[in-house]
């Protein structure tokens, strides 16, 4: 008995901790400021968007004509699609494009590499980089959809704020269904924490569906060398390079506009496949602080559940577990409930108290297979 007494103590205080982080990144982001350049400047950045595709046919079309709609100058940008391997009309549809829009290029990946890497994106990422004219790199997803002033707040938030790295918002287009709810609850908690961390310089985050980097700096922090045989990362692993390259040159376009969604995931499978594969590079960070907060977070929820199996066989121990998760899910409400505003998606609120059990299982079983378990991702299996 006494040792379980200890351990809602220690759960307490890991709780308690946690609330003490949550209400940090609540103070972070209540601060943030939209970026509205009142200067009319001339646009001067020219950017290679880089997008790697693997069968992406029902997508890659839309995705492009998303970006040439963008209203900046179509003399200053270029895009060019990596075609991962792909078995469908993906690269039919990106040559399409090319004969309609000079600035649309295509480059093979089956020409260039065998299939036995462990990180195509990255590998493609780079291939593409070598090919590409301009001086700023941005990176998306085949399956985004990408707003007409991206390309703008980016020019100006670079020339403003002269930062050699960018991450900027991104947000899962939301049905009414139980598991599309639910990722975007989850995945607008990620972003909070994103624009919060990074504008206040606590920890990087970002994700590589909404990024800009400078193409020297790239160079100059050896790309993906050393993280070159993790599959996924191709993000946030450069962006923790990049700051201990440059520390007080990273930046968050924190705007409304430059918002790119994307579908989230159609099934649970798909979705834990996912949430897996961003989990399986965690232990790559050499960010201390980013690290402890992850730790922290997994080993919370883990002291949650073996609360619960406690319960099985000492029910009393049930009115501590409800206080617990009561408790946490009541101190992230106002965060979440901020965050919502910013993607417009109050409505969804409703369903956060209820979908806190949910989110404290796939936390321990993401973590953990992320770590010791391996997953499929475009028709690959990948340890």
Same mark, same amino acid.
């Given at each position: ?14 709780? *308690? ?13 209540? /601060? ?20 790697? @595709? ?45 004969? &309609? ?8 990946? $089956? ?7 462990? $990180?195509?994106? =990255?590998?493609?990422?780079? *291939?593409?980089?070598? &090919?590409? /004219? ?7 997803d085949a399956d985004c959809n ?7 707040? #980016?020019? @100006? ?7 050699? #790295? ?29 624009a919060a961390s990074v504008s @206040?310089?606590?920890? $990087? ?52 506009? @430059? ?9 649970w499978s798909s979705f834990i496949? &996912?949430?897996? /594969? ?10 201390? =602080? ?61 369903? #956060? ?12 079983? $993401?973590?953990?297979?992320?770590? #010791? ?6 028709? /690959?299996?990948?340890?």
């Amino acid at each position: 008995m006494q040792v379980i007494t200890y351990f809602i103590y220690f759960t307490a205080a890991l709780l *308690i901790i946690y609330l003490l982080l949550i209400n940090l990144y609540l103070f972070w982001f209540s /601060r943030l400021k939209q970026f509205n350049p009142k200067e009319n400047l001339k646009p001067l950045t020219c950017f290679s968007i880089i997008i790697s @595709a693997r069968n992406e046919a029902e997508n890659i079309g839309a995705c492009i004509q998303s970006i040439l709609n963008n209203n900046y100058p179509k003399e200053l940008f270029e895009i060019i699609v990596a075609d991962d391997f792909s078995n469908d009309a993906t690269p039919a549809i990106v040559e399409s494009l090319m004969q &309609q829009h000079s600035n649309v290029k295509l480059v093979t990946l $089956s020409k260039i590499i065998d299939q036995n890497i462990n $990180s195509y994106k =990255k590998r493609a990422i780079e *291939i593409c980089i070598a &090919q590409s /004219r301009f001086d700023w790199i941005v990176t998306t997803d085949a399956d985004c959809n990408i707003p007409k002033q991206w390309l703008s707040l #980016f020019d @100006a938030f670079i020339q403003i704020n002269k930062t050699v #790295f960018v991450a900027a918002p991104v947000m899962f287009i939301c049905e009414k269904t139980f598991l599309s709810v639910f990722q975007c609850l989850d995945f607008i908690s990620l972003q909070g924490i994103t624009a919060a961390s990074v504008s @206040a310089g606590f920890h $990087s985050m970002c994700n590589g569906a909404n990024l800009a980097y400078n193409k020297k700096v790239f160079y100059e922090v050896d790309g993906f060398k050393n993280a070159d045989h993790i599959a996924s990362g191709d993000d946030m692993l450069l962006m923790h390079k990049v700051k201990a390259k440059h520390p007080s040159s990273i930046g968050y376009l924190f705007n409304q506009s @430059a918002i790119v969604t994307t579908a989230a995931m159609p099934d649970w499978s798909s979705f834990i496949n &996912q949430r897996i /594969r961003w989990a399986s590079k965690a232990t790559n960070y050499k960010e201390p =602080k980013i690290f402890s907060v992850l730790l922290l977070v997994y080993f919370m929820n883990l002291s949650f559940l073996i609360l619960f199996i406690l319960c099985c066989f000492n029910p009393p121990l049930f009115y501590y577990l409800l206080v617990f998760i009561l408790t946490k899910a009541l101190f992230e409400l106002p965060f979440m409930y901020a965050v919502s505003k910013f993607y417009s998606l109050q409505r969804i609120m409703i369903w #956060f108290v209820l979908m806190q059990p949910f989110h404290i299982a796939y936390m321990i079983i $993401s973590g953990w297979l992320g770590k #010791f378990g391996s997953y499929k991702w475009k028709g /690959r299996k990948v340890k």
